[in-house]
């Protein structure tokens, strides 16, 4: 943009190729804690007018009090739909957790909104998962949130909500399950090369495997971006989340040609709530590395070749060995360790 460009402020006006403009990219925000503006580090703080408000104490209201019996169900329905099914596998597993406490110690089932007891419920609740020594503070931080959220889908309040000296307690339960992190161990290079050298080229779950690994490789993706987790089902493919045959192609990226990959949901970002994922922007770019068994160009070509013909754009970029379903991630990760089983002795 030329000098003409800048406003008042001395800020830049951001433009994207297809003529949108951001409309706070003009807008000053003062990074450090030191300013008013920037409560969390970066970004607007919430202001005078709003930190009054949530000074004022307000008597509790919820969402299902007086509700009309038609809505009940729907209300239900929408907050589920916020959670994926790993979620709710989470809120489940707790639940199970919780009734086994509730039963032992003769607690309610369901923990009543404004129960003065719940802290005392909450407390026994992570003291016997404490006790569970193959649970780190991971897992009961976990287990704490799902029983919090099932608890939620009864209609009741948050327990935690009011209770004294409950962020100080989970502090020292994190300092007693506390275990050093194992870092994921990285597949050393010499044994992917190796692992893509002897790709029998007939073969089609070989060939793909190659694609898959490469891409994996170069675009830092998880493999839940590619795959889903089941042939059909919970959790099966979904053109939301999984890599159809339109994401991935070779696209022309300032005069040179990279194969591009887009990326839509993922874990994080269930909702696909970042602007990005929504539209065509959420792009990335390899570029190809020439005269070498990494090159995404020749194992794109390969694979390609197997297929025969134009796929529709809408089915599942990768396939399993029967060239009909959809791949799952359990099968790429097979397929990998046969790969690395020949190499890495």
């Not at 009741?156 to 506390?178: E, H, T």
């Not at 194992?182 to 495997?209: I, K």
């Not at 990279?258 to 990005?276: I, P, V």
Request: hydrophobic share 40%; net charge neutral; proline share 5%.
């Amino acid at each position: 943009l030329s000098h003409n460009d800048h406003n008042a402020s001395g800020a830049v006006l951001v433009v994207r190729p297809d003529g949108y403009f951001y409309p706070f990219a003009a807008h000053v925000r003062h990074i450090g804690k030191a300013f008013a503006d920037c409560t969390d580090g970066d970004g607007p703080g919430l202001g005078k007018g709003l930190l009054q408000m949530l000074s004022v104490s307000y008597p509790r209201a919820t969402l299902d009090y007086d509700l009309p019996e038609e809505y009940a169900d729907r209300l239900d329905e929408i907050r589920d739909h916020r959670l994926r099914p790993s979620s709710m596998r989470t809120v489940m597993w707790a639940k199970e957790k919780w009734l086994a406490v509730a039963a032992r110690f003769n607690f309610p089932k369901v923990i009543a909104s404004d129960d003065i007891r719940r802290g005392s419920y909450l407390a026994v609740f992570v003291m016997v998962l404490l006790d569970d020594t193959a649970l780190v503070y991971s897992s009961i931080a976990n287990c704490m949130w799902g029983l919090r959220v099932w608890l939620s889908l009864q209609h009741q309040a948050d327990p935690i909500m009011g209770v004294m000296g409950w962020a100080d307690f989970m502090a020292a339960v994190r300092v007693l399950s506390w275990v050093p992190a194992e870092p994921r161990r990285a597949v050393p290079l010499e044994y992917l090369r190796a692992a893509l050298e002897s790709v029998d080229l007939n073969s089609f779950w070989e060939v793909q495997c190659a694609h898959f690994i490469v891409s994996l490789l170069f675009t830092f993706s998880r493999s839940e971006c590619p795959c889903p987790k089941n042939f059909t089902g919970e959790e099966s493919f979904d053109a939301d989340f999984h890599w159809q045959v339109a994401d991935i192609g070779v696209r022309t990226v300032n005069g040179r040609a990279a194969m591009g990959y887009r990326f839509k949901g993922n874990k994080s970002d269930g909702l696909r709530m970042r602007s990005e994922a929504r539209g065509e922007w959420d792009w990335v770019y390899v570029g190809d590395v020439q005269d070498s068994v990494f090159s995404i160009f020749l194992w794109h070509r390969r694979l390609m070749a197997f297929h025969g013909r134009k796929r529709p754009d809408a089915d599942p970029f990768y396939l399993d060995k029967d060239q009909r379903r959809p791949y799952t991630y359990s099968c790429g990760l097979n397929d990998f360790r046969s790969l690395l089983g020949r190499v890495s002795g």
